[in-house]
């Protein structure tokens, strides 16, 4: 069974850092592609971050602040987000995607989310 | 503002067929095959409902599918159920982008 458990999410004051996890199980997980999504409260979905093979990706609101990585030998994504804004306040949830193509916006697996909170 | 457009909101009542329509542009949804759609029920993780436009995942009801036409992709629901009121979300794949995008989310009210 695949399973994505997301850790790491707190309140955080402006300008701090957190590092959020996903830790992976139920599949291979080298093969295939992982993002980050995140969910502002009542609004919609953003895709925040991907990695697939070598490469990284990241959306222009969070370009330069926020870096993806994946350890393959622990089966964990992670999301060093530094700098946040209070506009970065959301659910935060890994995804898997069904191919090793991350511009492909396919995700079969979701984690359960965590929470981030940037307030002073 | 989202790159993508859904409507709001959309209601039906139980039997009914009701449709989700997701416009882009050429950029995205008219010109790729890329379009995927979410069901995300309140306080819960978004599911996968139809990949890839028309492939429905293993588990998902064949009462729902997806077409597209021109820059306008669209989710139909037949036989609507009680279960299915829930916020559904269209995301496509993108040139402009190295990411993809989503649309803004609709509601669907089942009366």
């Known amino acids: 069974e695949v399973q994505l458990l997301e850790s790491g999410g707190g309140l955080v004051q402006p300008g701090g850092s957190l590092r959020l996890s996903c830790a992976a199980s139920g599949f291979t997980f080298s093969n295939y592609a992982m993002s980050w999504v995140r969910q502002a409260p009542g609004k919609g979905l953003e895709w925040v971050s991907a990695f697939s093979g070598s490469s990284t990706y990241y959306a222009d609101s969070v370009k330069g602040r926020f870096t993806i990585s994946r350890d393959n030998s622990k089966n964990t994504l992670y999301l060093q987000m530094n700098s946040l804004r209070a506009e970065d306040t959301a659910v935060y949830y890994c995804?898997?995607?069904?191919?090793?193509?991350?511009?492909?916006?396919?995700?079969?697996?979701w984690g359960q989310g965590t929470l981030v909170t940037v307030s002073s | 503002q989202s790159a993508l457009t859904q409507p709001a909101s959309v209601s039906g009542s139980p039997g009914q067929s009701i449709t989700i329509s997701c416009t882009g542009t050429?950029?995205?949804?008219?010109?790729?095959?890329?379009v995927s759609w979410y069901q995300q029920h309140p306080g819960k993780a978004p599911k996968l409902m139809i990949s890839?436009?028309?492939n429905r995942p293993s588990g998902v009801p064949d009462r729902f599918s997806g077409s597209k036409s021109g820059n306008t992709a669209s989710l139909t629901i037949s036989g609507l159920q009680a279960e299915d009121e829930a916020d559904y979300y269209c995301?496509?794949?993108?040139?402009?982008?190295?990411?993809?995008?989503f649309g803004g989310g609709t509601k669907l009210t089942v009366l």
């Open positions: 995804a898997k995607h069904t191919t090793s193509i991350a511009a492909r916006p396919s995700f079969d697996y």
């Open positions: 050429s950029s995205d949804v008219g010109g790729y095959k890329y």
């Open positions: 995301t496509s794949y993108t040139s402009s982008s190295t990411l993809g995008v």
């Open positions: 890839e436009v028309t």
